[in-house]
């Protein structure tokens, strides 16, 4: 089994940091939203390899 590794130029946020870098988002959020911005929602991408072998390790 081949183990999965993060696409180039990114890293997966773990606890505990993942939960600081959720309250900075809220921050941002508040004070994007506060000064008249509004959200937008790129798109996400995830390696097609991911899915070819769902459930081969479960």
Known sequence: MTAFSTSPGTRDIL?????????????FAEVALASGYRYIIP?????????LRLGEAT
């Open 43 to 51: 798109p996400m991408f995830e390696d097609l390899g991911v899915f």
């Open 15 to 27: 606890a505990p940091d993942s939960e600081r870098w959720r309250a900075f988002q809220n921050v």
